[in-house]
């Protein structure tokens, strides 16, 4: 199937979708905060076509016309490589400010908490999305428009002046 990446096991989580890869990117990208991507194949052929991506992490399939897709989540080739470094021993070779530019972080251990806390996200979406219970993101609040207070006398309370909500501000425009 996928094989095993440099990260090692710890850093990939598979699943079985009942439905195919493309309407799981769908689902993916229209309700789970994730870039669809071009099915490229970034570890090598028979290694997984990328679906999506977000945080660096990426959601593979092994076979895109699959009616079945079966799913790996796993970090990119970047954070593959450095946690392969971590793990092996070798994380002298990063000098702090090449782990800064690669990952935004300044060090190891929040490196490795910013990347287990993407990981571990992803996999919840994935999870709901194959699950089916992966719904659309919660709706912002209704805009409200801001109080112009230069006209109003200095005398009345702060609480005076409230906000109100755009919906509000239309039912009263009749």
């Not at 997984?48 to 593979?60: P, S």
């Not at 300044?106 to 999305?129: E, I, N, Y």
Request: some cysteine.
């Amino acid at each position: 199937m996928f094989g095993l990446y440099p990260a090692g096991v710890r850093w990939s989580q598979s699943f079985t979708a009942s439905t195919d890869a493309k309407s799981l990117q769908k689902l993916l990208v229209d309700h789970g905060g994730c870039t669809a991507a071009l099915f490229h194949q970034p570890f090598g052929a028979q290694r997984g076509a990328v679906i999506a991506q977000r945080d660096g992490m990426l959601v593979l399939t092994h076979v895109v016309d699959a009616d079945e897709a079966e799913i790996v989540v796993t970090p990119g080739v970047e954070l593959q490589n450095l946690l392969w470094s971590f793990d092996s021993g070798y994380s002298g070779q990063w000098s702090g400010r090449e782990l800064q530019i690669l990952t935004g972080c300044p060090d190891w251990d929040s490196m490795l908490k910013q990347t287990s806390d993407a990981f571990r996200r992803l996999c919840g979406t994935v999870h709901a999305a194959v699950d089916g219970t992966l719904g659309k993101p919660a709706s912002r609040p209704e805009p409200t428009l801001p109080i112009d207070d230069d006209d109003v006398p200095f005398f009345l309370p702060d609480d005076y002046l409230q906000p109100i909500s755009l919906a509000e501000i239309q039912s009263c425009d009749h």
